[in-house]
């Protein structure tokens, strides 16, 4: 049974750091893409970064591209996403999810491509 399990979420304030961290178990983790995506309140899940099997490739959507940084530790099964200088625009429920590994080594921001979503853990982040 997959289970993807996030962590990390918080209160922080406007300008501060964060790191999540999302714990796979039940697959193998170097088989997948990971990705992370977030849902703020009324509005619909959106994507923040994703990273490859092997971490050589990663994407990020542009409104977070220079602040945030996703990494992975295979020997660990986790994916994290460092947030750096965080706006109140960054909060969210976040969310990792996780993809059968890309054989040309690309990275995907459509939500439907991937196959599991851990529970998503609460940034908020105060102005």
């Known amino acids: 049974q997959v289970q993807l399990v996030e962590s990390g979420g918080g209160l922080v304030q406007a300008g501060g750091s964060l790191r999540l961290s999302c714990a796979a178990s039940?697959?193998?983790?170097?088989?997948?893409?990971m990705g992370w995506f977030r849902q703020a309140p009324g509005k619909e899940r959106e994507f923040v970064a994703a990273i490859t099997w092997s971490g050589g490739t990663t994407g990020y959507t542009d409104f977070v591209k220079g602040r945030f940084t996703i990494s992975r530790d295979n020997a660990k099964n986790t994916v994290y996403l460092q947030m750096d200088s965080l706006k109140h625009e960054d909060t969210a429920v976040y969310y990792c999810?996780?993809?059968?590994?890309?054989?040309?080594?690309?990275?995907?921001?459509?939500?439907?491509?991937?196959?599991?979503w851990g529970q998503g853990t609460q940034v908020t982040v105060s102005s």
């Open positions: 039940g697959v193998t983790f170097s088989n997948y893409d």
């Open positions: 999810a996780a993809k059968w590994r890309d054989p040309l080594g690309r990275t995907y921001n459509e939500p439907k491509v991937y196959s599991y």
